[in-house]
């Protein structure tokens, strides 16, 4: 039995590798569609995480609130961080970083000496 399933297991990792293979590299369009497919992607893990943080809240609130009405004390739990609204997804395209001129030092105009 393990040995059939080693050789199975042997078998497709050799022939998934030779379909790799096959694979024409990416084009650079395909690349910059991938890089902003994962930034969506993130951003949305983001805003799934505020909108979670923010409905945690709202049960802590609820919880306390009835507890209250029942004349129990609830004591806070450590401070947690207020939730961080990611804000709306904004994804600059790739050349637009390159073409935004980069200010150094070494590009500031060096200051005359004064003159006596």
Same mark, same amino acid.
């Given at each position: 039995?393990?040995? *059939?399933?080693?050789? *199975?297991?042997?078998?497709?990792?050799?022939?998934?590798?030779?379909?790799?293979?096959?694979l024409?590299?990416?084009?650079?369009?395909?690349?910059?569609?991938?890089?902003?497919?994962?930034?969506? *992607?993130?951003?949305?893990?983001?805003?799934?995480?505020?909108?979670l $943080?923010k409905?945690?809240?709202?049960?802590?609130?609820?919880?306390?609130?009835?507890?209250?009405?029942?004349?129990? *004390?609830?004591?806070?739990?450590?401070?947690?961080?207020? $939730?961080?609204?990611?804000?709306?997804?904004?994804?600059?395209?790739?050349?637009?970083?390159?073409?935004?001129?980069?200010?150094?030092?070494?590009?500031?105009?060096?200051?005359?000496?004064a003159?006596?």
């Open positions: 039995m393990n040995r *059939t399933a080693a050789f *199975t297991l042997a078998s497709l990792l050799l022939s998934s590798s030779a379909v790799w293979a096959k024409p590299p990416l084009s650079d369009e395909a690349k910059a569609k991938a890089a902003e497919a994962a930034a969506k *992607t993130a951003h949305a893990g983001k805003v799934d995480n505020y909108k $943080c409905s945690m809240d709202g049960v802590a609130a609820r919880y306390a609130a009835e507890a209250k009405k029942q004349g129990k *004390t609830v004591k806070p739990t450590a401070s947690l961080a207020p $939730c961080a609204d990611p804000g709306a997804f904004v994804y600059p395209p790739p050349g637009a970083a390159a073409a935004a001129p980069v200010k150094t030092m070494a590009a500031a105009p060096a200051a005359a000496p003159k006596k």
